[in-house]
């Protein structure tokens, strides 16, 4: 089988290179992947599940960014997240600088191998997991406090975002550093922020999860995700207008997102030959990651990749780990996150998610919005930057 990387996704510009970038255009010694021009402070809104196609179909619901979008060059406004498609993974490569294959946050769900147990990597961490030991690189704002306090620059990182995220798991692992400012007002998070741009040298991480709520919620377009979008493009606005001169603003988001109809929404739990000789699922219902068993002996193995390419190899990638790593779908790939991958890997480029009843709550089975996948609708994101005169 011939693989390829994720429709949309680019090595060249993604978020692993957007905090070295705004950080450099304040001074430090990082990376300027994103050619960045030189700024007095810096901030970031990350709008989770913001794509860049969907904001261009929907633009005129948005338009002070469709007015950024018309200024900017297709290749300035393009940028990709990472693979898999999904938040856990997208906002540790944002804070860490390194593809999901090292952060090791490869996925909504992720199998451990040291306890052979499959941990939620956003609200759901088993207790017995320490974030940091889990994920030990460290972070991109780390590094820019340690090179503050010996005097290399002056740039202070900052985070606003919902005061639930102060101490997350998600957040000890991949974007702790930061001096945390928690408002669970949105448009108190963007008064927050614009305050804290006044200041030379503020490096601010403004995260908003609104829209992702509504478009798991309601899909992408709905009326409830239209007014959410809106909202966000007024706060956008204003935001810029009270920011101090030379001061960068730049939007994106962590993943785009795809509709999928109730009647494909797939449970795939009672199909025998799917699921007799896998041990664990983990992964998120457009990008399922199945564990085999110990016991499971290599024709066992290779019937069930079988079985899975008949079922549903007209509408989703059937992958081995090693496939996908050979593909470079989770870029360079250590030995400590290599085991953590699946055994086998089905990601959808057909509009359906796969789940399986017997983990998955019954709830998430009325979700309407998804991503996780590498299609171009789900890895593309916008990158829109205002320079105050």
Do not use: C
């Amino acid at each position: 089988m011939t693989m390829k990387l994720p429709a949309g996704y680019n090595p060249q510009r993604n978020l692993t290179h957007v905090v070295p970038s705004l950080a450099a255009s304040l001074g430090a010694a990082m990376p300027n992947t994103l050619q960045l021009p030189e700024a007095r402070s810096a901030i970031l809104v990350l709008i989770d599940g913001l794509g860049l196609e969907q904001l261009q179909q929907y633009s005129a619901h948005a338009p002070f960014l469709r007015g950024v979008l018309k200024r900017q060059t297709e290749a300035q406004t393009e940028l990709s997240t990472i693979y898999p498609s999904t938040t856990a993974a997208a906002l540790s490569s944002l804070g860490t600088g390194l593809p999901p294959g090292e952060h090791g946050l490869v996925g909504y769900d992720v199998y451990d191998p040291d306890r052979d147990t499959v941990v939620n990597q956003l609200g759901g961490w088993d207790e017995r997991t320490d974030p940091e030991a889990w994920q030990p690189a460290g972070t991109l704002f780390e590094q820019l406090n340690k090179q503050r306090l010996t005097g290399e620059h002056q740039i202070e990182p900052i985070t606003v975002s919902l005061s639930a995220f102060e101490d997350s798991a998600l957040t000890r692992a991949s974007l702790h550093g930061p001096r945390f400012l928690g408002q669970d007002d949105l448009a108190e998070r963007f008064n927050r922020a614009a305050r804290e741009a006044q200041r030379p040298g503020a490096l601010i991480y403004l995260y908003a999860n609104e829209l992702d709520k509504a478009g798991h919620q309601y899909g992408p377009g709905s009326d409830q995700w239209l007014e959410v979008l809106e909202e966000l493009d007024s706060h956008a606005r204003r935001l810029v207008r009270k920011l101090p001169a030379d001061t960068l603003a730049a939007v994106t988001g962590d993943h785009g997102m795809v509709e999928v109809q109730e009647e494909d929404r797939i449970d795939f739990a009672h199909d025998e030959e799917l699921v007799t000789h896998i041990a664990h699922t983990a992964g998120e219902p457009r990008m399922v990651q199945l564990q085999f068993k110990p016991t499971a002996t290599e024709q066992e193995r290779q019937e069930t990749i079988s079985a899975w390419q008949r079922r549903f190899g007209n509408q989703a990638w059937v992958v081995t780990r090693q496939q996908a790593i050979d593909a470079g779908w989770f870029g360079s790939v250590n030995a400590r996150v290599r085991p953590r991958i699946g055994d086998l890997i089905v990601t959808s480029f057909a509009p359906i998610a796969l789940y399986d009843s017997r983990r998955a709550a019954p709830q998430s089975f009325s979700m309407v919005g998804h991503h996780g996948a590498p299609t171009s609708a789900e890895v593309r994101v916008p990158w829109l930057m205002i320079q105050t005169p």
